[in-house]
């Protein structure tokens, strides 16, 4: 498929010389995305567990943590807090998304991303030969080897930040 989409994720992807693959994700009337997005990707031959979901918090201190997390398990919150250093921690209000991120909610990719967000990566990420992130455009997803996100998140705290 032709990738007929611009936006960070797909420039620093192109910098990086890594494939991938455009996921057009059909809107609904009211602009959001399909909710059965598991039957869309099944039968374009993609794993619905390997969706790498960019989940936003908020810690006490102001700092804004992205967890990039797959194979639709939960954030430990208790893992979190003791590896943030935070007391507390919260899941960042809808329009924090966007103001924080650059991304609308629907589209957030784990990766081009501002300097001030850190980012988390937990180890499912690596269960999955192809992964499927967002592509920062609204009713696009981008496919591509997980070994290639894996090399862009060199540097980034990996752990296991899910509940198992």
């Not at 057009?24 to 399909?34: A, G, H, R």
């Not at 209000?93 to 589209?107: I, L, N, P, Q, R």
Request: charged share 20%; hydrophobic share 45%.
């Amino acid at each position: 498929m032709e990738n007929n989409i611009t936006s960070p994720v797909t420039d620093l992807l192109h910098s990086q010389g890594i494939a991938f693959e455009l996921v057009e994700i059909p809107l609904s009337e009211d602009k959001k995305p399909v909710r059965n997005l598991e039957v869309l990707l099944s039968a374009k031959g993609l794993d619905p567990k390997s969706v790498v979901r960019s989940v936003l918090f908020r810690g006490e201190s102001g700092q804004f943590i992205l967890l990039a997390l797959a194979g639709g398990g939960r954030a430990d919150w208790g893992v979190l807090r003791k590896h943030l250093g935070e007391r507390k921690l919260r899941m960042a209000e809808y329009d924090e998304v966007s103001e924080v991120t650059g991304y609308v909610v629907g589209a957030v990719p784990p990766i081009a991303l501002p300097k001030n967000v850190q980012v988390l990566v937990d180890h499912s990420v690596k269960d999955y030969q192809t992964v499927v992130i967002g592509s920062g455009v609204l009713g696009y997803a981008l496919a591509l080897k997980g070994s290639a996100l894996l090399k862009i998140f060199a540097g980034v705290a990996h752990g296991d930040f899910v509940k198992t």
